[in-house]
């Protein structure tokens, strides 16, 4: 049975694609790259760098820029996105998350996170939420990100949980992929059909829902 749960951030936790979106659509304006919706999509649970590939690769210009310049560009980014998320809140709490947050530690299940953000302590501070995770996955020294098995397989490592007894829960088909390839239990949030847990959205989440649907 399932004794931790391992935490994606964005788009689970708190809403911060809105401001990874709008510093790159910035980066992307100054090289002059169409910024569309597909794209500003295809970017979600990617690393920083990856991210940038991709942003370059939807014109075809991966050749154009040499890695100094793609890391200042990067940098760029981090800075914008940095200043942004500075100002974020337990208001910016997901809604229904702070609840599912308290009925996990409620009943002692061991938490922990899973994001592809290298920003992911500072933003847990300043939602207030440090304290639920026993646990955060540093993104740095991950081989390959998600849907790679990597992030999950370590985060139940950090639980010192064997993967079957260890819950994911995630907003992205790379992040369903990796949960599911780590033989974890997936949680869904969205319109995610590989997920083994599936709800619409955050504020459906809870045990009950979750038992519910294992029966
Ligand atoms: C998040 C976002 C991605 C972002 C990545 C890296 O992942 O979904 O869009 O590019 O982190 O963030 P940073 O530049 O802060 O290291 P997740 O795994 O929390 O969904
Ligand atoms: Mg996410």
Avoid: C
Avoid at 27 to 32: M, N
């Amino acid at each position: 049975d399932i004794k931790g749960f391992a935490f994606d951030l964005d788009g689970v936790i708190a809403d911060t694609a809105k401001f990874h979106s709008q510093a790159w659509h910035n980066i992307a304006d100054q090289i002059k790259v169409t910024w569309t919706p597909t794209l500003a999509a295809s970017l979600k649970g990617v690393s920083r760098m990856d991210s940038l590939e991709l942003i370059l690769e939807s014109v075809n210009r991966q050749a154009d820029f040499s890695l100094a310049e793609k890391q200042a560009l990067a940098e760029q980014k981090n800075n914008e996105y940095q200043l942004l998320i500075a100002k974020l809140t337990p208001n910016d709490i997901l809604p229904g998350i702070q609840a599912f947050l308290d009925e996990l530690r409620q009943h002692d299940y061991r938490l922990v996170l899973a994001s592809a953000s290298k920003n992911a302590p500072g933003i847990l501070e300043n939602l207030k939420v440090t304290e639920y995770f026993a646990a955060i996955v540093d993104p740095g020294l991950l081989k390959a990100g998600k849907p790679d098995p990597e992030i999950f397989e370590k985060a139940a490592q950090a639980l010192h949980l064997p993967t079957n007894h260890v819950a994911g829960i995630e907003d992205s088909a790379a992040g369903i992929q990796s949960i599911n390839a780590a033989g974890e239990l997936s949680i869904g949030i969205g319109d995610l059909p590989e997920a083994q847990i599936q709800f619409d959205t955050t504020n459906e989440v809870s045990l009950a829902g979750i038992r519910a649907q294992l029966d």
